[in-house]
């Protein structure tokens, strides 16, 4: 899959090489024409230096326990609790992150085990902070079986900016904890629904860190 080392995630490559090559024009004509240009070229210098921060793809530290469920996103958890999910017909946890601009937005796996199946449902775009959003905005999601049985779903939720989901994995994929399995751009949300025996460890408001912070831990 994509964007398992590259420091700058390759989704991002076309904005910042339009964004660099706008200001490296706007630059030239401030040269050229006595500093006529100057506002516009600080201003998409700093455009620029954002969309690379945006698409940074930093490397993480795994926790090591088999039972560990990682964060699959960047951000604030903004939802825990009991939750129907549609997709398996059961009341599962429910984990809700939040995803603003300034948060890495690579989204990593949060189990080891099997894509069984996945879903894509097209509709609105509330702002990802309203509950609505789980059941009613545009998202992607994979429904992951581990080695003990134990089926997770976990789904990309675009909101009221972000609304290009990206995800690498298919069904039939043996996916990995902790590696990259695609992103949302730009702001957004990440919902993750664990069996109800799960251990879940997080509160509400902790800001997580993809691949690295426990929610919980399975049975």
């Known amino acids: ?37 100057a506002i516009p070229a600080a201003i998409f210098a700093i455009l620029t230096v954002f969309i690379l921060y945006f698409f940074r793809n930093p490397e993480r530290t795994v926790p090591s326990s088999e039972k560990a469920i990682v964060a699959p996103a960047d951000g604030i958890v903004v939802y825990r609790g009991r939750a129907h999910e549609p997709h398996l017909g059961v009341e599962m946890e429910k984990v809700s992150i939040f995803m603003s601009v300034f948060n890495v937005h690579v989204n990593r796996v949060p189990v080891t085990g099997r ?32 080695a003990s049985g134990a089926k997770l779903v976990v789904v990309q939720v675009a909101g009221l900016i972000a ?4 995800c690498y994995a298919k069904v039939g994929d043996l996916l990995e904890r902790g590696r990259r399995y695609g992103l949302i751009r730009f ?33």
Do not use: C, W
Not at 3 to 14: K, L, R, S, T
Not at 163 to 166: M, S
Not at 187 to 215: C, H, K, Q, W, Y
């Open 115 to 146: 894509v069984v199946d996945a879903f894509y449902t097209r509709g609105k775009f509330f702002d990802v902070r309203d509950e609505r959003a789980s059941f009613e905005n545009e998202q992607k999601g994979l429904i992951v079986e581990t």
């Open 187 to 219: 702001g957004s949300r990440l919902d993750i629904f664990l069996p109800v025996e799960t251990n879940v460890t997080v509160t509400m408001g902790e800001r997580t860190v993809a691949g690295e912070t426990v929610l919980g831990l399975l049975p």
């Open 1 to 37: 899959m994509r964007n398992q080392h590259a420091p700058i995630a390759a989704e991002g490559v076309p904005f910042i090489l339009g964004s660099f090559a706008l200001t490296a024009l706007l630059v030239l004509l401030t040269l050229t024409a006595h500093g006529a240009f």
């Open 163 to 166: 609304r290009r989901i990206v």
